[in-house]
């Protein structure tokens, strides 16, 4: 048996603004709609369009998933701090929380990982590629990496519910995070730092050194070729996942470190890391994304242009039969494809 002279935490918004949260709402508000349609699209065409059922696109989907996974984790608390002046969160809300945060956090550092694998095999060995990416392989690759993000953060609420709360219950973040809530435990917390630390090291760590070794195999591999501008279309290829890469792991190592060994660094910079680190990678993903790749780009606008046209009761002069669909669509936005 265990028991907790602490009920509950505090969350806090960005200090000394409290005055001005409804404003600094508008903006979240704003990333959260934008996230979750953006990444929602995204999976929608993926899923109707036959012909982006090609493994990059796979892991991108599974990038969507994760995403829109992270948006939902932490839109209730940042929200309800700035629309609602909502700072209370029990403690099993607050572990259930933050295993979400860390797991999908983990699961979205396998998915790039598995994006750079692919972009290894496509540039290092593409006679391979169809036989070695197959969409079992693909599916067995995704379900072992989400597995393991899962089953390692698994113990972590656990970790914390064996301890007693007595000191302040203010936490620095709009959500909750393994590092932040066993600070204010009142017990001997050895055992959760050296757990929270392995884990970070055998995921983010270990995900960032092979993705790192992999962008090198693939940099001597493109400096062989003989052609300046195939070169640069075989790095092309590859500068999207690299910004997600980016997006994703600079802050959370950044976050990961300040947490650690960042005892005299400004709180200001905490908060913002974190919603940086949480906030604008879903955010950023789906837009990048789209605008790299021709192919999804097409389909979006496609998507967006069918709906506008069936809003238009009776309109369909200047317009062309899609074949494929079956319904019509402006012929302009075909030379969308030459681009």
Known sequence: ??????ALFLLTGIPGQEDVHLWISIPFCLMYVISIVGNSVILFIIKTDPSLHEPMYIFLSMLAVTDLGLSITTMPTILGIYLFNSREISLDACFAQLFFIHSLSFTESSILLLMAFDRFVAICNPLRYASILTRPRIAKMGLMF??????????????L????????????????LNQEVMKI?????TVNSLYGLFITLLMVGLDSLFIFLSYVRILKTVLKVASPTECLRALNTSVS????????????????VLHRFGKGSPPLLQILLGYIYLLVPPLMNPIVYSMKSKHLRVRII???VKRWVSSLPGSSAGYMADENQGTSIPSWTLTFEMT
């Open 302 to 304: 496609r998507l967006f």
């Open 161 to 176: 519910k064996r301890f007693q709360y007595c000191r302040a219950n203010v936490l620095s973040h709009s959500y909750c």
């Open 146 to 159: 989400v597995l393991r993000g899962f089953i390692l953060t698994f113990p972590l609420p656990f970790l």
């Open 185 to 189: 435990a009142c017990s001997d917390i």
């Open 241 to 256: 996942h690299l910004c997600a890469v980016l997006l994703f792991y600079t802050p959370k190592i950044s976050l990961s």
């Open 1 to 6: 048996r265990w028991s907790r002279f602490t």
